[in-house]
């Protein structure tokens, strides 16, 4: 899609007319004297904690947000791979690819060592590896994310909307009320900034409280916590411009190194003619910050200017801009818990995002670290509060995301120095070697498209005692989504699309050599398992009227071509009846994309003769790796933290 031809315009660029492309956003009205989840902070953590604790409309959900409206311009842009296939999950990862620049490849420049003063091209390579996932690595206005996810919440069995124009004043947590599963120990007192209602307090208590609320979060002071790590010592200038220019690299990611003048980090937006443009300053003193500096959009675009010589540049109209200094702070603990009380107390309220970890945006991650800090909250919250899982669960959060903070910091550390670090530079600090900074991005690809994630072992993720019999599909790791072929249909899809931000577990079996219409296939053996035994997890976890899936989704992939099987000789447990008129869900088989040559079995290493079984949490990541007739294993890793239903 091509836009912005004119001038920038923010919204959705569909809507013809500019002033209709943003309307109104909010709910008017108090709020809710008691919630399930108040959330503070309409940014991308909390948008996606709100979408995904919307699809359930038993849980009470409220979400806040000082500023008086929706974002419309500015802040993050970058979307990784590993987030588009969490998009997906929403249902919304086709409209971020249709409105978005694709990072197809990125370009290196360097001084030219016979002209000094001079930049050229030293190296080009494509963006994302091959294979790493079914999506690429886009840009896209951070505010349009924050559209998507709000379309999702109005649509939503809750209907949830923001409240705008609050500021939390502080939060009172009840320790004899935590234990109590049914009780509300926190108390939130707000303030009202609306013109109408002015200065007016509002107390909401709330069971639990998630703080999205930014780098100078209340939520994280509120319970002790603080930002550690190193001072902000480097200062970079950021510009979105619609500008007019010689430089032949305009529209790929480029990485800039100038001789005397400095960086700059230059990625092209949607709309095929806004660009990005990151400009290294100077190094701060000690104990200096960016404000002093007195910085003008001018200043950046002179200093631009400078760095991209000989190629002209020539701004015609800024979106957005901003300073900002780098620095890499991190918190010990993402809820109220102390480490060494939580064997006795129960987590009530949480931070995520940027209130528990900062970090420089030139590396890409910030947005996308966010999401997945509140994606991994968001179904163990509905999981606790719909009383699916023990409360118990609600600890593995910060276990499991403090750690990947802690490695993004140290990912970024090392990114801002290479991408700081410049000829200009005195003989104290690092000079800049153009190949290491190629070499360095080429290393990292898989970290910078989010796919490097691994969790460690847990109640949730098992141990890699059978990782064997599927080396492809990593226990701790996101699951790898491949080609299929839909069975009953013979629709070609991703098998990792069918899993849904719905808080359902997932098992994936993956057929053993012997035909899966045999009598004693290993497939069969499964499905009357799950069917009929007094132990299956799918039916001790089904909620009071629900359906055979709704705690946990069964699917099959056969070794087979689909033209090979008979869906009515399939088990009958991967036919299941559903809803109130018991029609038939034909969407649980699948064979290998044969006629394209993309095998999965082949793909992911799976154990031809023997299968398996894929467990898959409800945020994407294999939990463990089972043999088809490990049903014992099976119930014991359920039983370890569901609770059963009826």
Known sequence: MQFHLDGYEPGDPEIFDPAERYGKSGTEGPLPREVDVLIVGCGPAGLTLAAQLSAF?????????????????????????RTMEMFEAFGFAERVLKEAYWVNETTFWKPDDR???????????QDTEDGLSEFPHVILNQARVHDFFLDVMRKSPAKLEPHYARRLLDIEIDPAASSNPAGYPVTVRLERLDPSHEGEIETVKARYVVGCDGARSTVRKSIGQSLRGDSANHAWGVMDVLAVTDFPDIRLKALIQSAGEGSIVLIPREGGYLVRIYVELDKLDQGE???????????????????????????????????YEIGQRLCDKFDDVPEDEAGERLPRVFIAGDACHTHSPKAGQGMNVSMQDSFNLG????????????????????????????????????????????????????????????????????????????????IITAEPAHQHLAAGFTIGMRFHSAPVIRLADAKPVQLGHTIKADGRWRIFAFACAEHPAAPASGVRALCEFLAEAEESPVKRYIPAGGDDDSAIDVRAVFQQGHRELAVESMPAFLLPRKGRHGLVDYEKMFCPDLKGGSDIFNMRGIDRQQGCMVIVRPDQYVAHVLPLNGFGELAAFFDGFMTRQG
Do not use: M
């Open 57 to 81: 409309s038993e849980i009470k959900t409220c979400i806040i947000d000082q500023k008086s409206e929706r974002l419309l311009r500015g802040q993050a842009d970058g979307i990784a791979c």
């Open 115 to 125: 002209q000094h003063d001079k930049i050229i091209r030293s190296g080009r390579i």
């Open 289 to 323: 910050r960016v404000s002093n500096r007195n910085i003008t959009s001018d200043y950046l675009i002179a200093a631009a200017q400078r760095i991209l010589k000989p190629y002209t540049l020539e701004v015609k109209e800024i979106a957005w801009w901003s300073v």
């Open 379 to 458: 179904w163990k919250l509905a999981s606790v509060l719909r009383k699916q899982c023990a409360p118990s669960l609600l600890h593995t959060y910060s276990a499991e995301r403090q750690a990947i903070a802690g490695e993004l910091i140290d990912f970024d550390r090392e990114c801002a120095a290479i991408l700081s670090a410049s000829s200009k530079s005195t003989k104290e600090d690092r000079t800049a070697d153009p190949a290491e900074t190629q070499s360095y991005f080429v290393r990292h690809g898989r970290y910078t498209a989010g796919t490097a994630t691994r969790y460690r072992s847990s």
